[in-house]
């Protein structure tokens, strides 16, 4: 059974930079959606951006060019490089994978592995 561990959160100052890891059990491959997703105090799960296909990703708006999602090249490891973060960037940050068929990438329910979580606050 596929676990993943996500790990890099942490405090940062607006305008700051982290680099989340999420380590996966299984290799990283196209058969799946593999994606990040936040959630912040007393809000919904949201997709943040997610490695749709072999160097394929897709981001939500509010992060588009501003984070990245890439893999490392042993095919275990996925990563959000996350720049110029701002307060509303405070979350918990999860890694998860999904089977592509009938779904968005941006739709939890599509997703049944999940992380525990790592914790990233953005303070100004």
């Known amino acids: 059974q596929l676990q993943m561990v996500e790990s890099g959160g942490g405090s940062v100052q607006t305008g700051g930079s982290l680099t989340l890891s999420c380590a996966a059990s299984?290799?990283?491959?196209?058969?799946?959606?593999w994606a990040w997703f936040r959630q912040a105090l007393e809000k919904e799960r949201e997709g943040v951006g997610a490695?749709?296909?072999?160097?394929?990703?897709r981001y939500a708006d509010s992060v588009k060019g501003r984070f990245a999602i890439s893999r490392d090249k042993n095919l275990t490891t996925l990563f959000l490089q996350m720049n110029n973060l701002r307060p509303e960037d405070t979350g918990k940050y999860y890694c998860?994978?999904?089977?592509?068929?009938?779904?968005?990438?941006?739709?939890?329910?599509?997703?049944?592995?999940w992380g525990q979580g790592t914790q990233v606050t953005v303070f100004s």
């Open positions: 998860a994978r999904a089977l592509k068929y009938g779904w968005h990438w941006y739709e939890a329910q599509a997703y049944k592995t």
């Open positions: 299984e290799y990283i491959n196209s058969e799946y959606y």
């Open positions: 490695m749709v296909g072999i160097s394929d990703t």
